[in-house]
């Protein structure tokens, strides 16, 4: 492939995703829907109902360790739970590399949070949410509607205009 061909087929990949509405990218939960709620294993493997940690207004964090915007995006999710207090938002990561609970755990140890994140390299769990790319962060109502789903990096004052989005 020549330099010249492959600079425009980017430049049509760029124009796509700023042109094209984000939903588009991450067509499986759609704005005023229920979230897909699934049993996911934790860190231990303990299987959890992530639907039963919706209680209150919640952010849903797709991501996987070798996704250097993700790793900027839990520092800012860390900073906005503390701003906004684990009161009154939940955060829930899901990491589609991982199978079990060990990728889990170590990625959790690596960027040090504590917000619970669950295993969901499942393909019932991809199809449902139709993860093809992270980061993917979905905000959702305390009775599991999603608000708002943003494809992409995200900047800390335009996550917490999200926030406030879902939380009344």
């Known amino acids: 492939m020549t330099p010249v061909r492959l600079a425009s087929m980017l430049l049509i990949i760029v124009l796509a995703v700023a042109i094209l509405p984000e939903a588009a990218f991450a067509s499986g939960m759609k704005e005023g829907q229920p979230f897909p709620v699934f049993t996911l294993a934790d860190e231990n493997n303990r299987m959890v109902d992530i639907g039963t940690l919706i209680d209150k207004p919640t952010i849903v964090y797709f991501t ?8 900027q995006i839990i ?6 739970e503390t701003k906004f207090g684990a009161d009154k938002i939940r955060i829930i990561g899901i990491n589609i590399m991982a199978k079990d609970g060990k990728l889990v755990r170590s990625y959790k140890k690596e960027l040090g949070f504590t917000f619970p ?8 769990v991809l199809n449902a949410y139709k993860i093809n790319y992270v ?3 979905v905000f959702v109502d ?8 943003v494809g992409h990096y995200v900047h800390e004052k335009e996550l917490h205009s999200y926030i406030k989005e879902i939380v009344k």
């Open 64 to 71: 996987h360790n070798s996704c250097h915007y993700c790793t």
């Open 75 to 80: 520092a800012l999710l860390k900073r906005a």
């Open 117 to 124: 994140m669950f295993a969901g390299a499942r393909d019932d």
């Open 135 to 137: 980061p993917v962060l």
């Open 142 to 149: 305390p009775g599991k509607t999603v608000k708002r789903v």
